[in-house]
């Protein structure tokens, strides 16, 4: 390891935030494919920025891999098809966040015929840094977690003019350590964790090819501790240049502001800051997997890992085509989900609760947890007993009993000024709530009415 990577990798205890527990089961089940269903939709936003536009009509043949929407906004991500197939409307439909949005229905043809042959460049490695970003952002690549087009983090050390044309944001912070994330954000999903532990070889080679393309000298391989130092896969990669690290995983520390001052010792500034504020630039396996994939072969992000865990069914980690409704998913893991009280669309933290299951599989469906009635957890409108729980355990070290206050009666701009926008909504608040107030959707109203109110002057 260069010395330089040695030195700047002073890892400090992340003491906030909650121990959810070991790893469940699911971390052990290997990935396996989920095949097509017959119906998929396929949602034009599955990012943060706009959303595409539609490049296909109602009658079209498409094919795997055929672009089915684009945008010209520098966080949108183009969207390809997952399936060859007919399509059978273009009109507006329901995400997981409960939004409208334009949507692809593809009738599966079965044929799985690409668009074009995915064949191995063995001379990717020797691709110019402009041609490399280009074949990263045509293959809409997404940050799971946050809808982030992987594209638009990546920073080449000249700041050639053809990067800032290709991607629209300038960039004018070096990189110096790039974080190779393994964590997963909650104990009950583990797409990252399978990725590494059955992709090693690929993860080192696109650890390298990220490093090429943001001009990256140094690198971290970050495992739960629960893997350890000493497994063999983590001592390989060691060999090829990554220093590992492992790190209790107490959520939400593989976020990746979090995760950066764990490792780094150097705060984020927040809100509004990222790791690239601080010489960091942290990738999950999955991000990392997919640019290789990306460059290497041409290949689209076409489907997602997702895990699946609920009462009565045998978790898994599957490969799912993107699109796929969760109903299909949920179908193929159990048969029958009758009994299912509740279906949450990611994290059982951070996740999204649905009322239907049309919805769709997208580039940021984690997991889909099902929840039997025991399960269920109520909310109370009771009045704060100040207690200080919430305060103890807030990674951002701020204050949501105040910030809540402030929230519930009206009185936004206070909240504001004590700090409402530097939450990060993690949960961990009403998770250790013992009056059981629904702390985050004070944040979530409050954080909404102040950028109106700021928006109507």
């Not at 042959?117 to 402009?130: A, G, M, Q, T």
């Amino acid at each position: 390891m260069p010395e330089s990577s040695a030195q700047m990798i002073k890892p400090k205890k992340f003491r906030r935030g909650l121990d959810l527990g070991p790893p469940h089961p699911v971390a052990a089940q290997p990935i396996k494919d989920m095949p097509a269903p017959e119906l998929l939709h396929v949602a034009l936003k599955q990012h943060q920025g706009r959303w595409c536009q539609p490049r296909v009509s109602v009658g079209d043949r498409v094919l795997i891999g055929q672009v089915l929407g684009e945008s010209t906004d520098p966080l949108s991500a183009p969207v390809h098809a997952p399936v060859s197939g007919e399509v059978k409307a273009v009109d507006n439909r329901l995400d997981s966040f409960g939004q409208m949005v334009p949507t692809v229905t593809i009738a599966n043809d079965g044929a799985e015929e690409w668009v074009r042959p995915l064949e191995d460049d063995p001379d990717f490695e020797k691709k110019k840094v402009s041609a490399t970003i280009r074949a990263v952002r045509e293959a809409g690549i997404v940050q799971a977690r946050t809808g982030r087009p992987v594209h638009s983090l990546l920073a080449p050390p000249e700041r050639p003019r053809s990067y800032i044309f290709l991607v629209g944001i300038p960039v004018h912070k070096p990189i110096k350590l790039l974080i190779a994330n393994t964590l997963d954000s909650e104990p009950t999903m583990a797409a990252n964790r399978r990725l590494f532990l059955e992709n090693a070889a690929d993860l080192a080679l696109g650890v390298k090819l990220v490093q090429k393309i943001a001009g990256v000298k140094s690198a971290a391989l970050v495992v739960s501790d629960d893997i350890g130092l000493d497994s063999p896969i983590v001592r390989q990669l060691s060999g090829e240049g990554l220093a590992p690290l492992a790190v209790r995983n107490r959520f939400p520390v593989a976020w990746d502001e979090l995760l950066t001052t764990t490792v780094t010792s150097r705060e984020v500034p927040w809100p509004g800051g990222e790791s690239r504020d601080v010489g960091a630039l942290v990738l999950g396996a999955d991000l990392i997997l997919g640019i290789l994939d990306a460059v290497r072969s041409g290949r689209p992000q076409i489907d997602r890992v997702v895990s699946v865990v609920g009462p009565e069914m045998s978790p898994r980690n599957l490969r799912v085509r993107l699109g796929t409704p969760i109903k299909d998913v949920l179908a193929f893991v159990a048969g029958s989900f009758d009994r299912a009280a509740k279906i949450v669309v990611g994290g059982l933290m951070d996740g999204a609760a649905q009322f239907n299951d049309q919805v769709p599989v997208t580039k940021m469906t984690r997991a889909l947890h099902v929840l039997g009635r025991r399960d269920l957890v109520s909310f109370s409108e009771h009045l704060c007993i100040k207690c200080g729980r919430c305060v103890a355990v807030c990674p951002m070290r701020i204050l949501p009993n105040v910030i809540t206050n402030f929230c519930e009666f009206g009185r936004f701009e206070e909240a504001a000024e004590a700090e409402l926008f530097n939450c990060i909504e993690c949960g961990c608040c009403a998770y250790v709530c013992p009056a059981r107030r629904p702390l985050v959707h004070y944040v979530k109203h409050g954080k909404a009415e102040v950028t109106a109110m700021r928006a109507a002057q």
